[in-house]
């Protein structure tokens, strides 16, 4: 399960990149114009993303402090939240390459945001932070069509194509 989450990882920090390079396209109004989704707009989706990663990041690991609610814009502008966005995609693959396997199989005891204690299998919670990524850059994805931007797939079959490929190239 380990090496699925290592998998993740590098496809989380891939998925990022691409997306991110089209929001870069977006206008400073696009970015942050209120729209119907949760979260509120554009900005409102990626710092959600980023501060939610943040917090199972401090659960995880015991170390960083998580923020105290993941549905405020600390990074209004693009550039910052980018900036943001990179360095904790470090700290995830990080964190996926030095998790210990036998932790897996263990229950994640942590506070939620509320303060109520909670004690879940460390598995399904790993496995819930990259989906809870994976569904909100899906939204922002579609924003993007809505904003005029046509982001290229960021689907996990051609991170992995693309990594298969890499390794072709370094054994050939």
Same mark, same amino acid.
């Given at each position: 399960?380990?090496?699925? $989450?290592?998998? =993740? ?7 990022? &990149? #691409? ?5 870069? *396209? +977006?206008? %400073? ?48 502008? $693009?550039?910052? =939240? ?7 995609? &470090? #700290? ?5 390459? *030095? +998790?210990? %396997? ?68 370094? *054994?050939?």
């Amino acid at each position: 399960m380990k090496s699925l $989450f290592v998998t =993740l990882a590098g496809y989380n920090a891939w998925a990022n &990149a #691409r997306l991110f390079e089209h929001l870069s *396209e +977006l206008s %400073p109004e696009d970015w942050a114009a209120p729209r119907p989704v949760n979260f509120g707009s554009l900005a409102g989706i990626a710092n959600h993303v980023l501060l939610a990663d943040m917090a199972w990041l401090s659960r995880f690991t015991g170390s960083g402090d998580g923020p105290p609610a993941i549905d405020t814009i600390p990074y209004p502008g $693009f550039a910052d =939240l980018f900036t943001a966005r990179q360095a904790e995609d &470090a #700290r995830i693959t990080a964190f996926a390459k *030095e +998790l210990d %396997p036998a932790r897996l199989t263990g229950i994640l005891h942590y506070q939620a945001l509320d303060g109520r204690p909670m004690a879940l299998p460390m598995a399904v919670m790993v496995a819930h932070f990259f989906n809870h990524q994976t569904h909100h850059r899906g939204q922002m994805h579609a924003l993007c069509g809505a904003c005029g931007v046509r982001p290229r797939d960021i689907d996990l079959v051609f991170f992995q194509r693309q990594v298969s490929e890499m390794i072709k190239k370094e *054994e050939g």
